[in-house]
């Protein structure tokens, strides 16, 4: 039996490299261009749906009709193609530095293009698409190839590394999409279809069983500060290429995003994982109308009530136990304190820290809920007034986000990426006290790259800072053309 070392989570990046140079930056679309109308509203005014019927045509045992689920899925489910920037590092010797530098050589590329490849699902049918963040993630262009082969570029709306969700769009309309289901309905033991492109198949699928529900693999949370891990498992089989895919009921129905796999070997080894649509449809509102995340925070640090580090007086099999509080969050202005355990959120049982994020996670900051929480053996509820990563309750669009920890930044002017030769970056406009000022950081100095992953602009320097922990590398660059590193911790 395999230990947890054994037991590799992997991304399905499905990444194929190549050795030329990538052209162009990030492709982004202006949100404030589309409707205003949420994903229920048009799935509801735009189409109407069969319901789930038994027919004596299916060759199929009586109640398990896998064929209807099939046929009306694989013509909303869609191929990626995505052209990654990729930094590249390589030595020289000190000859090549001096031709470099001062005979204006090139000798190598700073950048190559990488190519990866993944699924998607139409969600409307005039082409809003949902996929996994990492499929698309660093994108210089993407395509979308549709179950008859029809071909389209498409633009990003948005995307939330925290729960691996991206929305992108192509330009077109009338097309076949996938109904959006209740993935709190879904029961362990159903049977359910995952249909995607693995090994660039187009329209495969699978079948298999929901294994658990609300599972934990540290695969967002171990990157991502507010990573959102309540995954959907299941066996049907899923590989490389999968992800973004869809993970639906028997009546056709979108449950999940399929976006990992356990595995030892890189493919597939008995069980894969989705993101709950429940969770899917609230981050593409968002993205839509917002073109960022309204992420609502309880502000607690939890473990789950069977953490051998707690205390031994405990008696609880389910729920989470509260180990800490943010000053001024939703939870300490509710009064919950440390050593509070958390056992309902809206009336819905918490087993563990997965369900609490998910369950938070679906709400926006300025929304109330109603907390369960035990004290001393006594069981208590209050209301709690959510807020937002900054620990206010505003809603931040994406082209307002430039604030952070006491820092100011803009975007880079065309005039200023033509002069130093850049593609985009965050633009320092002004320091005040705190971590920026502490590590040097100047006006005036572009932040080209965080953890060498390139920054487009102020709003994506603030998402992708957001969701990382520990110690982060900055790169950029100075208005003269100096290039500078800083080394900053982030929480």
């Known amino acids: 039996m395999m230990n947890k070392k054994?037991?590799?989570?992997?991304?399905?990046?499905?990444?194929?490299?190549?050795?030329?140079?990538?052209?162009?930056?990030?492709?982004?679309?202006?949100?404030?261009?589309?409707?205003?109308?949420?994903f229920d509203e048009i799935q509801g005014s735009n189409a109407k749906f069969s319901s789930y019927v038994n027919t004596d045509d299916y060759n199929v045992p009586e109640g398990i009709n896998f064929i209807y689920a099939?046929?009306?899925?694989?013509?909303?489910?869609?191929?990626?193609?995505?052209?990654?920037?990729?930094?590249?590092?390589?030595?020289?010797?000190?000859?090549?530095?001096?031709f470099r530098e001062y005979h204006g050589g090139s000798t190598y590329p700073k950048e190559r293009q990488a190519q990866s490849s993944g699924s998607g699902v139409i969600i409307s049918p005039d082409g809003y698409i949902v996929t996994n963040n990492h499929v698309v993630e660093n994108a210089s262009k993407i395509e979308v190839v549709l179950w008859d082969n029809r071909e389209y570029s498409a633009d990003v709306i948005g995307t939330d590394p925290n729960s691996d969700v991206a929305l992108i769009k192509i330009d077109e309309n009338?097309?076949?999409?996938?109904?959006?289901?209740?993935?709190?309905?879904?029961?362990?033991?159903?049977?359910?279809l995952a249909v995607g492109n693995p090994f660039n198949l187009t329209s495969t699928v699978t079948a298999g069983i929901v294994s658990a529900k609300a599972r934990s693999i540290n695969?967002?949370?171990?990157?991502?500060?507010?990573?959102?891990?309540?995954?959907i498992q299941t066996d049907a089989a899923v590989n490389p290429g999968n992800s973004g895919g869809a993970l639906v009921n028997l009546k056709g129905e979108l449950i999940g995003v399929n976006t990992a796999i356990a595995?030892?070997?890189?493919?597939?080894?008995?069980?894969?994982?989705?993101?709950?649509?429940?969770?899917?449809?609230k981050v593409v509102n968002d993205l839509k109308e917002y073109g960022i995340v309204q992420r609502a925070i309880l502000g607690v640090s939890i473990v789950d009530v069977n953490d051998p580090r707690l205390p031994e007086d405990i008696n609880l099999n389910n729920g989470v136990y509260?180990?800490?509080?943010?000053?001024?969050?939703?939870?300490?202005?509710?009064?919950?304190?440390?050593?509070?355990?958390?056992?309902?959120?809206?009336?819905?049982?918490?087993?563990?820290?997965?369900?609490?994020?998910?369950?938070?996670?679906?709400?926006?900051?300025?929304?109330?809920?109603?907390?369960t929480y035990i004290r001393e053996g006594k069981?208590?509820?209050?209301?709690?007034?959510?807020?937002?990563?900054?620990?206010?309750?505003?809603?931040?669009?994406?082209?307002?986000?430039?604030?952070?920890?006491?820092?100011?930044?803009?975007?880079?002017?065309?005039?200023?990426?033509?002069?130093?030769?850049?593609?985009?970056?965050?633009?320092?406009?002004?320091?005040?006290?705190?971590?920026?000022?502490?590590?040097?950081?100047?006006?005036?100095f572009i932040i080209t790259a965080i953890d060498k992953v390139n920054i487009a602009n102020a709003a994506e320097l603030i998402r992708v800072l957001q969701t990382k922990r520990g110690g982060v590398l900055i790169e950029g660059v100075y208005p003269d053309g100096t290039k500078a590193y800083f080394g900053m911790g982030v929480q």
């Open 379 to 444: 069981e208590q509820t209050v209301n709690a007034t959510l807020k937002n990563l900054q620990n206010s309750m505003e809603i931040v669009k994406a082209d307002e986000a430039k604030i952070l920890d006491g820092a100011t930044f803009q975007d880079v002017s065309e005039e200023d990426m033509e002069a130093l030769n850049i593609d985009g970056g965050a633009k320092v406009v002004d320091v005040q006290k705190g971590k920026w000022q502490e590590i040097g950081l100047k006006e005036g």
């Open 174 to 192: 009338d097309l076949n999409f996938v109904e959006f289901g209740n993935s709190d309905n879904t029961q362990i033991g159903e049977w359910v």
């Open 70 to 98: 099939a046929e009306k899925v694989t013509k909303g489910v869609v191929h990626i193609k995505a052209e990654v920037k990729q930094n590249v590092q390589r030595s020289r010797s000190p000859f090549e530095e001096f």
């Open 322 to 371: 509260v180990s800490g509080l943010t000053p001024g969050s939703a939870a300490e202005e509710a009064g919950i304190q440390k050593g509070d355990v958390i056992v309902e959120i809206e009336g819905t049982e918490v087993k563990n820290v997965a369900e609490l994020q998910e369950l938070v996670a679906r709400n926006s900051p300025g929304d109330k809920i109603s907390v």
């Open 219 to 231: 695969i967002l949370s171990g990157r991502n500060r507010y990573g959102v891990e309540s995954f």
């Open 6 to 38: 054994q037991f590799i989570l992997g991304v399905l990046l499905a990444s194929l490299l190549s050795a030329s140079l990538v052209v162009g930056g990030f492709i982004y679309f202006n949100p404030t261009q589309n409707s205003n109308k949420s």
């Open 263 to 281: 595995t030892p070997t890189g493919s597939y080894a008995g069980y894969s994982f989705a993101v709950p649509s429940t969770l899917v449809e």
